[in-house]
Nanobody, 125 residues
């Protein structure tokens, strides 16, 4: 059973930085694309960033985070990351990581196979 555990969420001031981690167990992490999604109460869970299962598949970002967020992965440590810089209050959300077997960098929510429980990011103004 593949399990994902996010960590790194916190309360931070606007302009600050956080690094989210997604630790994966029970599966071959290198065979999965990874995505980061976020959700606020009353809204749909939205795609934030993704990284494909191969280097050639590259990365993808929602426009609102381009230039501020960077997604990466360490297959040797079965861990993915989301580096978030220049945080804004509108980045406040519950952040989830997800895996999609043999997937591309970008994906829709229903295309992902496994999900973590989420980590809360709160950005104060």
């Amino acid at each position: 059973q593949v399990q994902l555990v996010e960590s790194g969420g916190a309360l931070v001031q606007a302009g600050g930085s956080l690094r989210l981690s997604c630790a994966v167990s029970g599966g071959a992490f290198n065979l999965y694309a990874m995505g980061w999604f976020r959700q606020v109460p009353g809204k749909e869970r939205e795609f934030v960033a993704g990284i494909g299962w191969t280097i050639r598949a590259g990365t993808a970002y929602v426009d609102s985070v381009k230039g501020r967020f960077t997604i990466s992965r360490d297959n040797g440590k079965n861990t993915g990351f989301l580096q978030m810089n220049s945080l804004k209050p509108e980045d406040t959300a519950l952040y989830y990581c997800a895996l999609r077997r043999f997937g591309p960098a970008r994906g829709m929510r229903n295309e992902y196979d496994y999900w973590g429980q989420g980590t809360q990011v709160t950005v104060s103004s």
